[in-house]
């Protein structure tokens, strides 16, 4: 049974802070490779999180108020505090996944590839997001837009590493 939609402006915070924050964390992981060490690439992939948090739901509140032309209630903030947490979450499964590399699991190289592709899966995942949200079923074109999502990402991580490395 599909769930009941959420307002536009919920779903729509929620989808931003989603994006944003995969977006980030993907840009944040590709420049660090095995030389940088796991404390580091742990704590960048953390505070490129909460700093995109923090700024997310700033912006959000920001935004919000400016287009109903009042200050936010208390209520109505906590609610953009709420709809930015997919940004957290675009960084927790990554910084876990190096912090495995940093238990000497798996090599720091193979954590951070992998924590890539788990963004990169994000990224393409965001029209199931969005047709959840919206309270529909995913259909045939809702696989189709992924997998050209995820391809758009895997060519944006090859060209910003052809450009920087």
Do not use: C
Not at 91 to 119: F, Q
């Amino acid at each position: 049974m599909p769930r009941p939609p959420l307002p536009v402006e919920d779903y729509a915070s929620r989808i931003s802070a989603y994006v944003y924050g995969n977006i980030l964390v993907l840009t944040a992981l590709i420049p660090l490779n095995h030389s940088t060490g796991i404390t580091r690439a742990s704590l960048v992939v953390i505070a490129t999180s909460l700093s995109t948090f923090v700024a997310h739901a700033f912006a959000e509140s920001v935004g919000r108020s400016a287009r109903s032309g009042r200050q936010l209630t208390t209520t109505e903030r906590i609610a953009e505090l709420r709809d930015s947490v997919p940004v957290l979450t675009s960084g927790l499964v990554p910084a876990l996944v190096v912090g495995i590399g940093g238990l000497g699991l798996i090599e720091l190289s193979t954590a951070l590839i992998l924590a890539e592709i788990w963004v990169v899966t994000r990224i393409a995942s965001i029209t199931y997001v969005i047709t959840r949200l919206r309270g529909e079923r995913p259909t045939g074109q809702t696989l189709i837009g992924s997998l050209v999502l995820g391809v758009i990402a895997v060519v944006i991580v090859a060209i910003k590493l052809f450009l920087t490395h």
